[in-house]
């Protein structure tokens, strides 16, 4: 996680040393021959990988088809040039224009489609691609392929020597390769984390998983065109064959060694993989089996890839931020009581099947108040709070968040006009720190804050209101249970929401911190959030709640303040038939 600054200082450190190693590298390569072409092949394929690494690595879409769009650059640079006699970086730049566009449309299937089956939809495209190519005789020269490519000028200046074009294809590589570096920083790139890492938590904290991911693949198609415009011009002949499934395959491969989810793991995945082939030549025959035993051996002790093994050994995390003594706008507050209605739903009711898991249930949130939803297990409960929120469609009646007919908005929507949630079984990006989680909360659409450094800033307040600032730069896997919840909370938190939605923040904590989360509880209702929480202990329930809504079997069975709705003849049989004794 970065500063604005030190972002900056970072890309021209690594834009600087970038530059430097080009030069040395084509200085010393040859200009022709074996060698040259290896490392032509590396850095042309390794331009694709990075697209890799973006669709898989940060967005945890699987494509099996990056060799085709490899393909689609690098039949636009050779139709191009050799057909229509554009110049070079025109046909690169169509190639990267036709992939990314074809990218786009793969990756509006994800809408309909998730998992598994969106693997199955780029084999498709992979496979058609690659018929297309070999038949279209008119248009791609069929089987025989296309030769005469040439190399580019540029501004007169002849880019056609061996390992001036080398040079060429690095500093693409360079440049793709600090992309993807800041892109994993950036807002889209934090969004595309959490939509891998949770695709519902992260719809729940404002972020248009679909639009996320048809971006991702978009990115990564175009990538890959880049690298295989370039690749035409490396060896100024292409075909059909070099861009089939099993060089998605390879690609893929490549990604996975070298550690998917870093730009600069695609590197060292790709010149392994390129090299391997070359130095078990010796083997003859036993090649391929070597070969693949050893692949399967790094993917399984490196499970990272290499890079993740180098960034774990030798990228300690950072010193936690400085506190600038930002709060949260909350803790500004003070509560007053308060009829404005924030929450109404009318007549909801939701249906899997014949399962009425809610039916009927009318309920009224107001400004400030903490409203208990309790009830047995299986009672509708959570289901309740995944209509409100949108994760589910509602079967019947509204649901109205400020005024507003929400009841048909999908939750990134919701989320927007100021719905936060937490999870009963907790949904936090595991792949990501503490602080990162709880930025994705501050970067809400909707949230008053701007810039990497206010966002940051609210983030850490967030967790400074938990009491987790020291944690920051864990990963969120490491820490305990209890304190995840917390940063579900925090999460929520930054996003300054207008309604808190607690799904059983007590579950799974021990009796200490049961007591910590109902003074957490009694803050925020200190500072006029308004809060639903749903929980089974009825003593924090007693300590937090202005109101409480009783739901069994789907339906409300009772309504209004706490007494009343414990006292309740329906409640207290609901409940095992006997009084709440506190209660009375
Ligand atoms: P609670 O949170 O009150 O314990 P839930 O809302 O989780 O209860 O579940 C209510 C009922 O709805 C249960 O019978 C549960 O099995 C059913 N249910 C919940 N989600 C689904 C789903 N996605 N598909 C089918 N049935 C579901
Ligand atoms: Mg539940």
Known sequence: MLTAASMRNRGLLYGGLGILAVIVIALVAPSHGYYLNIMMQAA??????????????????????????????????????????????????VGVAVSGICGLILGLTTL????????????????????????????????????????PTLFGVDLSGGNVYLGLCLLFLGAVTIYALFLKASQLGRAMQAVRDNDLAASTCGINVFRTKVIAF??????GGLGGGLFAGAFGYISPDQFTFNDSVVLLTMALLGGVEYSFGALFGTVLLVLLPEWLRFLRQAYLAVYGAAVIAIIIFLPRGMWGLVTARFFKPGPIPAGKEAALPLLARQAVPSQEVVLNIAALAK???????????????????????????????????????????TTAGKVEFLGQDVTTLAPHDRARLGMCRTYQNIRVFRGMTVLENVVIGAERAGNDVSG???TMERALAAL??????????????????????????ARALAGSPEILLLDEPGA????????????LLKRLQGHGMTIVIIDHDMKLIERVADHITVLNFGRRIADGDPKFALNHPE??????????????
Not at 46 to 73: D, E, N, T, W
Not at 218 to 223: C, K, N, Q
Not at 571 to 580: C, K, M, R, T
Request: net charge negative; proline share 4%.
């Open 452 to 454: 990497i450094d206010a």
């Open 508 to 519: 799974g904590l021990n009796l200490t911190e049961k007591g910590e989360m109902a003074e």
């Open 44 to 93: 042309t394929y390794a331009i694709a990988v990075v697209g890799m690494v973006v669709v898989l690595g940060y967005c945890g879409q699987i494509s099996l088809s990056q060799a085709g769009f490899l393909g689609i650059g690098a039949y636009c640079v050779a139709i191009g040039t050799v057909d229509y006699g554009m110049p070079f970086f025109l046909a690169l730049a």
């Open 571 to 584: 409640v207290i049989a609901a409940y095992l038939g006997e009084p709440h004794r506190d209660a009375a």
């Open 351 to 393: 249906h899997f099947g014949g399962l009425k898991a809610v039916d009927d249930v009318d309920m009224t949130v107001r400004r400030g108040s903490v409203h208990a939803l309790i009830g047995p297990n299986g009672s509708g409960k959570t289901t309740l709070l995944n209509v409100i929120t949108g994760l589910y469609v």
């Open 218 to 223: 978009g990115i990564s198609a175009a990538v």
């Open 464 to 489: 400074d209101f938990v009491g987790l600032r020291d944690a920051a730069h864990l990963p969120v896997g490491d820490l305990p249970y209890g304190h995840q919840r917390y940063v579900e909370i």
């Open 112 to 151: 309909r489609l998730g998992g598994h089956y969106i693997g199955m939809v780029t084999i498709s495209f992979q496979i058609i691609l690659t018929m297309v190519l070999t038949n279209w005789l008119g248009f791609t020269h069929g089987p025989d392929g296309i030769s005469g490519i040439p190399r």
